[in-house]
């Protein structure tokens, strides 16, 4: 057991890994080559079209112990994960991992089987039950949890060898050529699916759209699948993408947008060639449209958006305030159709998105991106992986990847939810480093990292309600009082892994 | 020294690699794992801007004996490989492979170093005085001769490792996001730099168009990138593309190009579905003319073109023959804003085009290919290496990649040339094993693979003039004359590898 330069106690081995404790963001370079995988060859006239994930999971020699994958542009929608662990307890096969891009709600119903011994690790960042029975310690199965830059350099390094990538294919053709922009379970981008292709020993495409060759955009060729599965329907297309994506309506959240909005305007990077992220979450829309504004009344012609995109980014982009759109997933139905029609919206793997071990990633070149929080701390640490409760319900997604490589992270949030204040002492579970975040937004205060002295100058020269963060936790604590400690077994139940591997802190299981 | 199957000489070792006789198109198969290389790491405003070639070389800690590679996108009108060449000798450094996915006529400056020693080696096909001077024993430049699908699988493989690939960008920002259809030195298609961006140690875009982040679109995305450096000028714009190709006015050519399409309208695979290939010579885009008036005439429906693209399978793209134009190099100017603007015309890797060891290349989904030959022989081989002189000239572009994979590959050629006979007893060098060419076509006769029976019979009610091709032979042969057999010394210059790696045939030095 050793202290990080966090302070948060990291096993030196767990569950027969060794763990390298989380030093600061930039210093930790890869040692190692680039993944491999066997070469193989096909043939003229062989075909790769295989009768059921049955043959599929034959032909692919899975056995006890490998891993799976699968991706999440599906969300809530995608039923493939499922059906595949089904299949995987009919066959008999045991101790698999799960190395998909993420794990949703919907695939609470694997828990059986995490409980019969088919799945028995989750290398990725999971949403909802299963996690949250493993920090009760009701689920025996381990978690890492990686951010979709840091998953990518996972399967880069080959930290994580994906034995069977499952990729779900709106679109397909029988030679494998595939995109994700048209069919009944269309999702728009498959950026992460992109990275499976490129590293997974074996590649299955699954379609609900056999369509004939060559199937058209292609996102994921031919040369890098293996087989071809038809399926009835991947999933429930209604639970896919949303249809819209809707902006907060709250006064105090409109508040913090336009606070958030301010800072970006008083920091001056909002002038031509401004590049910007945001997720989805009504805020950060807030934020986007407040942003749109601007730059229409400024009228600045900004470079790119990047992340998760939503229909208020395909604005911006068909009004000409961003040059390209960076796609990493579509959030909303309006960014699908846009993948599909606008040259300047542009599919990117996870890789080019995020990955710290490569040549370069688009969120190095972000201006600013806006994030939430379920927790933050007065050193600027932001949790978003577990709740106050101390259970981990949230995977990381894109944060710590984005607030590394933008010049400007801001995180928005309330001051406080429920009864608990969103700044704390320590967060609980620290996602992404303070060093990393600029700002931190609420209704009530914003608080900004001492290094930008000039940023403060500013605000307060805008009459903002400029804070300092450790008098604003007092200030906000007085109103709701200090939130009982949350107590924990000294059990490690799942890892937060950094974007570069290294280990950022532990979620134990919570003492019921 | 043993045969290979087609009865040619190959040593067991030549300059210190044990060789791989060939056997058959189909039977050889990947052995290892897909080559590596380190992964690195960049982080926000990390400058990859390098003031000159000269700081590249040295920032890739290029050393005596490693290789080099260039694309030829820019073909004739490329400067950048002879500025590399003289750079690599003002810095003292010696004993550099060229792995080049071809090099060309305007590369002929290069012959004082490798006179010198600062080139020893060419891993790739040559056009032109460099393969020349090799045959006639007055350069000593080992060359192993790759078809573009075989150089792909060679780098796929590790068996060629490329040190540091310069990759000339036309369009260009300062992550090294690049692109082929923008700036004045536009070739259109990166198809061959594709596949070095992802094997190549260490990537160079050098380019004389940079351009705001991020360059769109994106052939070649930041995070294959190492560096950028920004030159005056790529080369000739007036070499790099023909303004346009021209199809052939002269009566025998338009015969064989008539003779060609009937064979391909009597093998019934021009249908609904119909997918092509032709090169860029005036015989052949006259067949692309032939066929594109039959799709009309019949309302058919084209799926695919694919190889060196050209304004002939533009026009087809543009008017719903074809559905898609997969595009490894652009032949002329219109095929370069075509693939600006049209979304059915894709850029592809060599890899994906035709590189057998993966898993499914575009030609093994061709239906008819239309290929050229110096000379063919009485088993159907084929050779456009060496001319009858036997000197090595040509390099073989994709010409045994789509014979394998096509259902019908047609070789157009006249019956003879100048005084020679195009029919051989056996050719002086074989490219392209018998096996996979189905029919010569010559404006004196058609003759047919023995296996393609109806063929045959189609052709005879069709009152076509079929040929056995030995009788044919002999008809030749007593209007010109057997020609003077080549004499050749023992040494060999230059390997023909087949495109799966084993060595179809050798190039001996020339006996003047």
Request: hydrophobic share 40%; charged share 25%; aromatic share 6%.
């Given at each position: 057991?050793?202290?990080?330069?966090?302070?948060r106690?990291?096993?030196a081995?767990?569950?027969?890994?060794?763990l390298?404790p989380?030093?600061?963001?930039?210093?930790?370079q890869?040692?190692?080559?680039?993944a491999?995988r066997?070469?193989?060859?096909?043939?003229?006239?062989?075909s790769?079209?295989?009768?059921?994930?049955?043959?599929?999971?034959?032909?692919?020699?899975?056995?006890?112990?490998m891993?799976?994958?699968?991706?999440?542009?599906?969300?809530?929608?995608?039923?493939?994960l499922?059906?595949?662990v089904?299949e995987?307890?009919?066959?008999?096969l045991r101790?698999?991992g799960?190395?998909?891009?993420?794990v949703h709600?919907?695939?609470?119903?694997i828990?059986?089987?995490?409980?019969?011994?088919?799945?028995t690790?989750i290398?990725t960042?999971?949403?909802?039950?299963?996690?949250e029975?493993?920090?009760?310690?009701?689920?025996d199965?381990?978690i890492?949890v990686?951010?979709h830059?840091?998953?990518?350099?996972?399967?880069a390094?080959?930290?994580?060898?994906?034995?069977a990538?499952?990729?779900?294919?709106?679109?397909c053709?029988?030679?494998?050529n595939l995109?994700?922009?048209?069919?009944?379970?269309?999702c728009?981008?498959?950026?992460?699916?992109?990275?499976d292709?490129?590293?997974?020993?074996?590649?299955i495409?699954?379609?609900?759209?056999l369509?004939?060759f060559?199937?058209?955009p292609?996102?994921?060729?031919?040369?890098?699948?293996d087989?071809?599965v038809?399926?009835?329907?991947?999933?429930?297309p209604n639970?896919?993408?949303?249809?819209?994506?809707?902006?907060?309506?709250?006064?105090?959240?409109?508040?913090?947008?336009?606070y958030?909005?301010?800072?970006?305007?008083a920091?001056?990077?909002?002038?031509?060639?401004?590049?910007?992220q945001?997720g989805?979450g009504?805020?950060?829309?807030?934020?986007?449209?407040?942003?749109?504004?601007?730059?229409?009344?400024?009228?600045?012609?900004g470079?790119?958006?990047?992340?998760?995109?939503?229909?208020?980014f395909?604005?911006?982009?068909?009004?000409?305030?961003?040059?390209?759109?960076?796609?990493?997933?579509?959030?909303?139905?309006?960014?699908?159709?846009?993948l599909?029609?606008?040259?300047?919206?542009?599919?990117i793997?996870?890789?080019?998105?995020?990955?710290?071990?490569?040549?370069?990633e688009?969120?190095?070149?972000?201006?600013?991106?806006?994030?939430g929080?379920?927790?933050v701390?007065v050193?600027?640490n932001v949790?978003?992986?577990?709740e106050?409760?101390?259970?981990?319900?949230?995977?990381?997604?894109?944060?710590?990847d984005?607030?590394?490589?933008a010049?400007?992270?801001?995180v928005?949030?309330?001051s406080?939810?429920?009864?608990l204040?969103?700044?704390?002492?320590?967060?609980?579970?620290i996602?992404?480093?303070?060093?990393?975040?600029d700002?931190?937004v609420?209704e009530?205060?914003?608080?900004?990292?001492?290094?930008?002295?000039?940023?403060?100058?500013?605000?307060?020269r805008r009459?903002l309600?400029?804070?300092?963060?450790?008098?604003?936790?007092?200030?906000?604590?007085r109103?709701?009082?200090?939130?009982?400690?949350?107590?924990f077994?000294?059990?490690?139940?799942?890892?937060?892994?950094y974007?570069?591997?290294?280990?950022?802190?532990?979620?134990r299981?919570?003492?019921?």
């Open positions: 057991m050793a202290k990080n330069s966090l302070g106690e990291i096993p081995v767990w569950r027969g890994r060794s390298d989380y030093m600061d963001p930039w210093s930790r890869p040692e190692v080559l680039r491999t066997p070469l193989v060859r096909c043939r003229p006239g062989d790769k079209l295989l009768p059921s994930l049955r043959v599929a999971i034959e032909m692919c020699e899975l056995k006890n112990g891993n799976i994958s699968t991706h999440h542009a599906l969300r809530n929608g995608d039923v493939l499922n059906m595949l089904k995987l307890d009919v066959m008999g101790d698999i799960i190395a998909s891009s993420s709600a919907v695939n609470a119903e828990i059986p089987y995490i409980r019969k011994g088919v799945i690790r290398e960042g999971v949403n909802g039950l299963i996690a029975l493993v920090s009760k310690g009701e689920l199965c381990p890492v990686r951010s830059g840091g998953r990518a350099r996972s399967l390094t080959g930290e994580v060898e994906v034995d990538a499952f990729l779900a294919a709106p679109c053709d029988i030679t494998g995109n994700g922009v048209y069919g009944p379970s269309a728009g981008s498959l950026g992460y699916a992109l990275t292709a490129r590293y997974a020993k074996k590649v495409a699954v379609t609900d759209n369509v004939r060559p199937a058209a292609i996102s994921i060729g031919q040369s890098e699948v087989y071809v038809q399926i009835d329907s991947l999933g429930d639970k896919i993408v949303s249809t819209t994506t809707r902006l907060a309506r709250d006064p105090a959240a409109l508040l913090i947008a336009r958030a909005t301010e800072v970006i305007e920091s001056g990077l909002l002038k031509d060639g401004f590049s910007f945001t989805a009504g805020t950060s829309l807030a934020v986007a449209d407040l942003i749109h504004r601007k730059m229409a009344a400024g009228k600045i012609k470079s790119f958006g990047c992340g998760g995109i939503t229909g208020y395909v604005d911006m982009l068909e009004q000409g305030y961003f040059e390209t759109l960076f796609d990493v997933q579509c959030f909303d139905l309006k960014a699908v159709e846009s599909r029609r606008n040259p300047g919206h542009r599919e793997s996870a890789s080019l998105y995020a990955n710290p071990y490569n040549r370069g688009v969120v190095n070149m972000l201006d600013c991106v806006i994030l929080a379920t927790e701390d050193d600027f949790n978003v992986n577990t106050s409760s101390g259970y981990l319900l949230h995977n990381t997604g894109g944060h710590c984005a607030a590394a490589g010049k400007l992270a801001i928005v949030a309330p406080m939810r429920g009864r204040p969103i700044v704390r002492d320590a967060v609980t579970t996602t992404t480093p303070g060093e990393t975040v700002v931190i609420t009530r205060g914003i608080c900004v990292a001492d290094k930008h002295v000039d940023l403060k100058k500013e605000l307060l009459k309600p400029l804070k300092d963060i450790r008098q604003f936790h007092e200030e906000i604590t109103i709701t009082g200090v939130p009982r400690a949350v107590e077994e000294d059990e490690v139940v799942a890892l937060i892994e974007r570069d591997g290294s280990i950022i802190d532990v979620v299981r919570v003492r019921e």
